[in-house]
Nanobody
Framework: QVQLVESGGGLVQPGGSLRLSCAAS????????MGWYRQAPGKQRELVAT???????NYADFVKGRFTISRDNAKSTVYLQMNSLKPEDTAVYHC??????????????WGQGTQVTVSS
C-alpha cells in the first residue's frame, strides 16, 4: 500500500501563487507516474498535470503556462507550483500516484485532497 499526504492548499487572492506537495510513503518502490487532479463543487474530477518517472510532463490546457509539476524521486514527493491563480482554479486538489505491481499492472493511489480557494 501507498499512503499519500498532501499539503500546501489554502486561500489566495487572484493572481497569487501556491505550492502543493504530496509525499508518498509505504510501499513506494516501483512508482510510476505522479500527478494532480482537481474537483470543484458540482463538477467531475479533472486532470491538472502528471509527471512520469523519467520526468516527462503533461498539463491540462487550462493550466499551461501557469502551473508547473515536478517530482523528487529521492523523497517520493510530487509538487505543483501554481502561479497566476484564478477564481476558477478553486477546487479540492488530489494527488495521484501509480505504482507497478508484481504482475506488471498499475495500481492507483489517491490522496484525501487539499482545498485551494482563489478569492478576493
Amino acid at each position: 500500500q501507498v499512503q499519500l499526504v498532501e499539503s500546501g492548499g489554502g486561500l489566495v487572492q487572484p493572481g497569487g501563487s501556491l505550492r502543493l506537495s504530496c509525499a508518498a510513503s509505504g510501499s513506494i518502490f516501483r512508482l510510476n507516474a505522479m500527478g494532480w487532479y482537481r474537483q470543484a463543487p458540482g463538477k467531475q474530477r479533472e486532470l491538472v498535470a502528471t509527471i512520469g518517472s523519467g520526468g516527462s510532463t503533461n498539463y491540462a490546457d487550462f493550466v499551461k503556462g501557469r502551473f508547473t509539476i515536478s517530482r523528487d524521486n529521492a523523497k517520493s514527493t510530487v509538487y505543483l507550483q501554481m502561479n497566476s491563480l484564478k477564481p476558477e482554479d478553486t477546487a479540492v486538489y488530489h494527488c495521484n500516484v501509480k505504482r507497478w505491481t508484481v504482475f506488471n499492472t498499475l495500481d492507483d493511489y489517491w490522496g484525501q485532497g487539499t482545498q485551494v480557494t482563489v478569492s478576493s
